[in-house]
């Protein structure tokens, strides 16, 4: 009789303390910006998360800034957080990053813009928790050759190929590299001849984008565009409000001209239902901010990663899949 009491007080002493252990962790987080619409999802998931599970989670806004993030990184080592769950401002820095978490022993969980591999390897605490760019690349680009197929009308020129304008995010980030390259393969991959007409940087920004599509629209006639491939919503959005401007994509099929983007933000849904926007590919930030929780509380506790509920990749990466988003999927 002793020996079980014994054992049930040792029992009870384990479960508290191992949830005294989660509740005792703390994440500093950084977010290269706050004022980026996919980001403020991001954030909100990895909030959720942290108040389900009890670990204590401080965020910081990074304001595109590499030394304010820097300097906030170097703060929260000095205050001993457990673990850090770092969005760079610029991804190929992240060297120095992992070489201050490595001297600190701290895990560095990055996300949505990736170190190389060299990078991540040279740490066995460092990870990174995203989704594959060129996935959404793909998908974005079959949403304009599925519109194509069934509207042969959107092929204004009649020369079989499909004139297009290009809105790219920041310079050097993977999502824009790979989803301006594989939007583009799909399209010949379902048996077009995509044309680049013009393309521009507009920093994955809503207002940006819009006077870019000003620009374009003005020098080359919207009636000689065929398509307009964004690298996310936001710039979607704006080329939607440019085409709006000019009295396109608000309801007459004549005055038409698809637009896709990448996030699937509340937004952009709505520009779908509205008819204003032809698609999007989900960008799950639910699941992306909860699994990087989830794995950093993991690696601050010393609780098995492979029993956190998603997938590690070579033991490094966790992978949140991509989904288009058509209208009324919604
Ligand atoms: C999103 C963009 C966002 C960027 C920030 C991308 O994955 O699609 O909307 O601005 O990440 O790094
Ligand atoms: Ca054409």
């Not at 998360?49 to 910081?60: M, N, Y």
């Not at 993030?69 to 760079?88: R, Y």
């Not at 080359?220 to 936001?234: F, L, M, S, T």
């Amino acid at each position: 009789m002793r020996k079980i009491f014994m054992l049930a007080f040792i029992l009870i002493l384990a479960l508290v303390s191992c949830s005294y252990s989660q509740e005792n962790i703390t994440i500093g987080a950084c977010i290269y910006r706050f004022n980026d619409a996919f980001m403020l999802r991001f954030r909100n998931a990895m909030q959720a998360e942290s108040e389900k599970s009890g670990a204590k989670i401080s965020i910081t806004d990074g304001q595109d800034d590499q030394n304010t993030q820097d300097a906030q990184i170097d703060e929260f080592i000095a205050n001993g957080v457990n673990v850090l769950i770092i969005n760079p401002v610029d991804r190929m820095t992240s060297q120095g990053i992992i070489d201050k978490a490595k001297s600190a022993n701290i895990p560095v969980v990055f996300i949505n813009r990736e170190p190389t591999p060299e990078m991540l390897n040279s740490y066995e605490r460092a990870y990174y928790v995203g989704a594959k760019a060129e996935e959404s690349g793909t998908q974005a680009g079959q949403l304009i050759a599925d519109y194509f197929k069934a509207h042969p009308e959107a092929d204004k020129n009649h020369d079989g190929k499909i004139q297009f304008v290009m809105l790219k995010g920041q310079n050097g980030h993977q999502d824009m590299i790979l989803r301006s390259k594989y939007s583009v393969e799909a399209i010949k991959a379902a048996g077009f001849e995509p044309v680049e007409i013009a393309s521009a940087i507009a920093n994955w920004d809503k207002l940006q984008a819009m006077n870019i599509m000003n620009a374009f629209i003005m020098s080359i006639g919207p009636e000689n565009i065929e398509a307009v491939i964004a690298n996310n919503d936001e710039m979607a959005l704006g080329a939607v409000e440019a085409l709006k401007n000019n009295d396109y994509n608000k309801g007459d099929p004549a005055l038409y001209i698809p637009v896709v983007g990448v996030d699937a933000n509340a937004s952009a849904l709505d520009a779908m239902d509205k008819g204003e926007m032809l698609g999007t590919v989900l960008n799950d930030a639910d699941n992306q901010g909860a699994s990087a929780v989830k794995l950093a509380a993991a690696l601050a506790s010393g609780k098995d990663i492979n029993s956190i509920g998603y997938t590690i990749t070579d033991n490094k990466y966790i992978w949140i899949p991509y989904q288009k988003v058509t209208r009324g999927d919604k």
